[in-house]
């Protein structure tokens, strides 16, 4: 008996992992992804007064990681953007925050964090878009 509660505990132990880092995949031909402002400096220190915070969004098919696609023309300074589908597939979405003079000129940029990065989603959540096209409804419905 206690040797069956073991390999329970065990089991239990190997798979939670795996549940909480478990991929929801949105399904939808648009959704809108929001992040927190950036208030800070990676090292801690303040950003400046003068400095503005934007943000470019991106977009890569779960299958072709190598293949980003910028999503946002110009940075933007919404922390959210909604993104609309047009090709089938998995995608994840990801942001970015860059920093600029009063200028406009960029003075810097962050890494790019990713929704299948537990460690950038809220709360370890990990999430992507899938998006398919619908089929053609039936046509010429009659009695046989």
Do not use: C
């Amino acid at each position: 008996m206690k040797r069956h509660k073991y390999i329970l505990i065990a089991l239990i132990i190997l798979f939670i992992p795996f549940y909480v880092y478990a991929m929801d995949w949105e399904k939808a031909n648009q959704i809108t992804v929001a992040w927190d402002p950036v208030t800070g400096l990676e090292d801690g220190g303040v950003i400046s007064e003068t400095d503005v915070i934007k943000y470019n969004v991106y977009l890569v098919d779960s299958k072709n990681l190598e293949d980003i696609a910028l999503l946002t023309e110009i940075p933007i300074l919404e922390t959210q953007f909604t993104a609309t589908f047009t090709e089938e597939g998995f995608f994840y979405l990801g942001a970015q925050t860059v920093r600029l003079n009063d200028a406009g000129e960029e003075l810097a940029t962050s890494v790019i964090v990713w929704s299948n990065d537990p460690l950038a989603v809220q709360d370890g959540k990990v999430f992507g878009v899938k998006f398919f096209n619908h089929p053609s409804p039936p046509s010429k419905l009659r009695l046989n």
